[in-house]
């Protein structure tokens, strides 16, 4: 036995288990609880039924959806998972009479979209007493009437159902009348009065009773009447319908006034007694708002509106009741008929806005929910996106759809999407509507800044200011606010072994580059730098560019003149043969420009001469030559300014002095000390040297014939030295020249003067191995040409000092200041 019992409830348990098991798969829920509870009342927990994790349900956006129009009933407690009572329901009000009551909702679930079904079971509870339709019912009995004749009396109702409906009736306690309850098909119960003791109007002439109805509900509610018994002479007839129901269908939104059904009662009486009177009964609220009776023809007429979707049934009652009181009763169904009358309903469930442009094709965007109240067909919804916008709807359970990307999005293309949703449904005619969805694309740092140029040059002139603007360069990237904000700076790198940015720098914002030094073209002459275009996004996205910066010349650089050197007070003077002709080379002023191009571009001219005839100089070749032939009268000492000059704008220019000795040999050279510029001197100093010359001269051959008589009787004289060339002092070895840091000769350095007889014109051996490159830049003169007229002046203290070197037909000769 006991082992029986045992199975037996592993067999319930088995059963219990498997049951859930179906109602995990189905995801359907089905809840019992009564009517009229609390707000607030737990009809059971959703996430211990489902299987889900209470922490969950709010991520997943757990929800009651149900129409939107219609009420809610109950919700989520999303922190227990509980289903509570929303509002207070009212079974009565929601079923009417149907003796099961049903809630059903869907409860959704997102990522991943779920939807399970939940049905609510709403037990009745007795919260209605039974109700009589009058308070005092009428019945008249004619005095003749049997023993044991039965009179129907009118019911009485209980909204409540089952047990909690009219169970019973009790009657005042009289003499002449005793209740009878009889059972109706429908279940109902109803009362007769049967008749005990024959009435005699004589005695009697009215009874009044109290009638009540009892429900089976606990506690148990009742409702009373009074029973009025007019005690006449005979009615034998009570009404007679022609149908015991009354059936019809009329389509929804029927117009006012029109004619649903006429009901029918005949009285075989006559007179009073066969007059028939109908009256409504048993009716709910909405039905006595949509119909109504004419009690003298039955006809039944709307009255009000009727929606299918609202009520598609109605049920009611008519009572038909002649003159004195008999009444018999008929029921009235009316079936209401679905038009289609009302368009799809789209409803936006959840939307993503605004979505990242970067998410891939096929991401869920949002859900939607197409809703039709009309049913069949007209209910049947299909949904679909208008334009060509790079989404679609996907069918997902029941009347969802999941709005999904097909295709990359791009925000710098399309940044805001209006996407019409139409939804069609399938009655005859069919009825559509949309919605639109504002979809918009949220910035994601894709883009790097891209130069405008692919790269940038700039010219500035040499000698620029400091800070001044070398160019600018543009970045734009599409990207939105700072994933789109541009930001420049320089790559580090290097110029000339120093750090670019110590030449120029570059504005952050607007990507102005500016000289941070002035350039020297002598210098460089061009150079890069890197500039980086930086969003300022994260991570940042960057680009750079080459620019390239040349510097042109400014005509900053006098010429320089190297031969004859002016350096230390010192300058070359050369020997003019005397018998020179016209045309004959005579010396070459050498002169260079750092510059370059035309403020590099020499041109040599004689300013100042002692005779301005003699020489002339060659405009770009510097080469001094006689103009024509030298004749006795010629002045010996022949001086000329050399002014060199560029073609820059405006021009440079540098000056220097050439001494020139007309003369065969250096020996006729006389004292130099007084060679001079100043033309009021020159013509005394030239008379003086003449006599001295004179003197000098003929004492010396005196001398030298007297010596010369003698020696020559002993042997033949010896020439010293048969060449000799002149050389810069630049040139000499350092221990020939000792030159001081003042650039002059110290005093105490005596050179002994050696004089040719050999060649007649001067080599300049050096002008022609002279090269620029091999000038060293700290070598170059930097002297104006003021300097070289300080030196003019200084001539009067100057002394003379001549070096020879033992090379054959070359002759040097160097005058020291
Ligand atoms: C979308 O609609 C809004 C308002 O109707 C309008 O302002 C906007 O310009 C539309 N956008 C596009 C991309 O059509
Ligand atoms: C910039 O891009 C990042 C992703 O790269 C994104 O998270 C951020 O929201 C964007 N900023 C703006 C202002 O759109
Ligand atoms: C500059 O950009 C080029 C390509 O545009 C890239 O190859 C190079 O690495 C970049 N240099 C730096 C320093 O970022």
């Known amino acids: 036995m006991a082992h029986n019992r ?42 211990k039924d489902l299987g889900l994790n209470v922490g969950k349900l709010s991520a997943r956006k757990a929800r009651i959806d149900s129409e939107p129009k219609r009420k809610r009933y109950c919700d989520i407690n999303l922190n227990t998972g509980d289903l509570i009572v929303a509002e207070r329901i009212d079974r009565e009000a929601l079923c009417g009479e149907k003796t099961s009551c049903v809630l059903k909702f869907d409860l959704i679930l997102e990522a991943p979209l779920e939807l399970h079904r939940i049905s609510l079971q709403i037990r009745d509870i007795n919260d209605n007493p039974p109700v009589f339709t009058k308070d005092e019912i009428k019945i008249e009995i004619n005095e003749f009437a049997d023993k044991g004749s039965r009179f129907r009396v009118l019911e009485a109702h209980d909204i409540d159902i089952g047990q909690n409906s009219v169970q019973s009736y ?11 309850i009889q059972s109706k098909s429908d279940g109902g119960k109803f009362a007769e009065l049967v008749l005990e003791m024959e009435l005699d109007r004589e005695e009697q002439k009215e009874l009044r009773l109290l009638l009540t109805a009892l429900d089976g509900g606990s506690p148990q509610r009742t409702g009373t009447a009074t029973v009025h018994v007019t005690v006449l002479d005979a009615n034998d007839n009570a009404p ?87 009444t018999s009763e008929s029921r009235v169904i009316i079936q209401v008929s679905d038009v289609n009358d009302n368009s799809p309903e789209i409803y936006l469930n959840s939307l993503n806005n605004p979505i990242p442009e970067n998410v891939s094709p096929g991401t869920e965007v949002g859900i939607i929910n197409v809703q039709d109240r009309d049913s069949e067909n007209s209910g049947q919804v299909r949904c679909f996106i208008q334009q060509g916008a790079p989404f679609k709807l996907v069918p997902s359970i029941k009347n969802y759809y999941s709005l999904v990307t097909t295709g990359q999005l791009d925000r710098e293309l399309v ?74 700076s320089l790559l580090p790198g290097e110029v000339n072994g120093a750090p670019v940015s110590s030449y120029v720098s570059v504005n952050g914002d607007t990507g102005v580059i500016h000289a941070v030094r002035s350039f020297d073209y002598e210098q460089f002459r061009s150079f890069k730098v890197h500039v980086m275009a930086r969003d300022n996004g994260s991570p940042p996205l960057s680009s750079n560019v080459t620019v390239s910066l040349f510097i042109s010349d400014v005509n900053d650089n006098s010429p320089q003149i190297l031969y004859p050197a002016a350096e230390g007070n010192s300058f070359m003077t050369e020997l003019i043969p005397k018998a020179a002709h016209g045309g004959s080379l005579v010396s070459k002023v050498i002169a260079v420009d750092a510059d370059s191009g035309q403020n590099a571009w020499l041109s040599y001219h004689i300013v100042k001469s002692t005779d301005p005839g003699l020489f002339t100089i060659g405009v770009h070749s510097g080469e001094i030559r006689t103009q024509r032939d030298i004749s006795e009268s010629d002045n010996m000492k022949q001086n000329l300014i050399v002014s060199v000059k560029d073609n820059g704008q405006p021009s440079l220019s540098a000056t220097c002095s050439m001494y020139l000795l007309i003369s065969d040999n250096l020996a006729e050279v006389p004292e130099l000390k007084d060679i001079s510029y100043d033309e009021k001197n020159s013509k005394l100093t030239s008379y003086l040297i003449i006599a001295l010359v004179s003197v000098s001269t003929f004492f010396l051959t005196f001398i030298i014939i007297i010596l010369g008589v003698r020696f020559c009787r002993r042997r033949k004289p010896r020439l010293l030295f048969d060449g000799a060339v002149a050389i810069p002092s630049a040139y000499l070895p350092p221990n020939y020249a000792d030159v001081d840091p003042t650039g002059t000769l110290r005093s105490t350095y005596n050179y002994d003067a050696y004089l040719t007889t050999g060649s007649r014109t001067s080599d300049f051996k050096f002008v022609s191995s002279y090269n620029d490159n091999t000038l060293p830049a700290d070598q170059t003169l930097r002297k104006s040409p003021s300097d070289f007229v300080d030196s003019f002046e200084d001539l009067e203290a100057s002394v003379e000092v001549g070096i020879v070197e033992n090379t054959p037909n070359r002759y040097h000769f160097l005058r020291v200041c």
């Open 170 to 180: 009790a009657l005042q306690t009289n003499k002449y009348l005793v209740l009878n």
């Open 240 to 326: 007679v319908f022609s149908q015991a129901v009354y059936e019809t269908t009329l389509p929804e939104n029927s117009p006012l006034d029109t004619i649903v059904v006429l009901v029918a009662a005949t009285d075989a009486d006559e007179g009073l007694n066969g007059e028939v009177t109908y009256e409504l009964s048993r009716i709910s609220e909405s039905g006595r708002r949509a119909f109504a009776l004419n009690h003298t023809s039955g006809e039944i007429k709307v009255i009000g509106p009727l929606d299918f979707e609202e009520e598609s049934t109605y049920e009611m009652r008519v009572d038909a009741k002649d003159g004195y009181g008999l």
């Open 6 to 47: 045992y199975s037996a409830v592993g067999l319930l348990y088995s059963f219990a288990f498997f049951l859930r098991l179906i109602l995990v798969v189905n995801g359907d829920l089905s809840y019992s609880f009564p009517e009229e509870t609390k707000q607030g009342f737990v009809i059971g927990n959703i996430a």
């Open 415 to 488: 940044s805001d999407y209006n996407i019409t949703i139409k939804a069609t449904d399938e009655g005859s005619p069919p009825l559509s509507s949309s919605k639109t969805v504002q979809l918009s694309v949220a910035d994601i740092n894709d883009n790097p800044p891209v130069f405008e140029g692919q790269s940038y040059s700039a010219y500035v002139s040499e000698n620029n200011k400091p800070g001044s603007t070398l160019c600018s360069v543009t970045a734009r990237d599409p990207d939105w606010r700072q994933n789109g904000t541009v930001i420049y």
